[in-house]
Nanobody
Framework: QVQLVESGGGLVQPGGSLKLSCAASGSISNINVMAWYRQAPGNERELVARISSVGSINYVDSVKGRFTISRDTKNTVYLQMNSLKPEDTAVYYC????????????WGQGTQVTVSS
């Protein structure tokens, strides 16, 4: 089993910044992908950014140039969010995928990010 613990959400004004963290522990494969998803009320959960264990990175178009995903050697993934917009408001979930075709997925509990003046 893998446990994911997120932190760093909160309320921020438009144009502000927040940094999310997600610490993974347990039976973690050396080959995995860690990612951030988000879900706003009434919307489906969407992929925001992901980073593989070898450093390959992808972003959804709406956050390119504003968000940066990174990870350390201790299986902690970060999401630095700059120039936040009201439409970034959502619950952000950490995800770790591993195993055959990355079919085994683990989720964090979610952390609320609210961008409002």
């Amino acid at each position: 089993q893998v446990q994911l613990v997120e932190s760093g959400g909160g309320l921020v004004q438009p144009g502000g910044s927040l940094k999310l963290s997600c610490a993974a522990s347990g039976s973690i494969s050396n080959i995995n992908v860690m990612a951030w998803y988000r879900q706003a009320p009434g919307n489906e959960r969407e992929l925001v950014a992901r980073i593989s264990s070898v450093g390959s990175i992808n972003y959804v178009d709406s956050v390119k140039g504003r968000f940066t995903i990174s990870r350390d050697t201790k299986n902690t993934v970060y999401l630095q969010m700059n120039s936040l917009k009201p439409e970034d408001t959502a619950v952000y979930y950490c995800n770790l995928a591993q195993g055959f075709r990355y079919s085994t997925n683990y989720w964090g509990q979610g952390t609320q990010v609210t961008v409002s003046s």
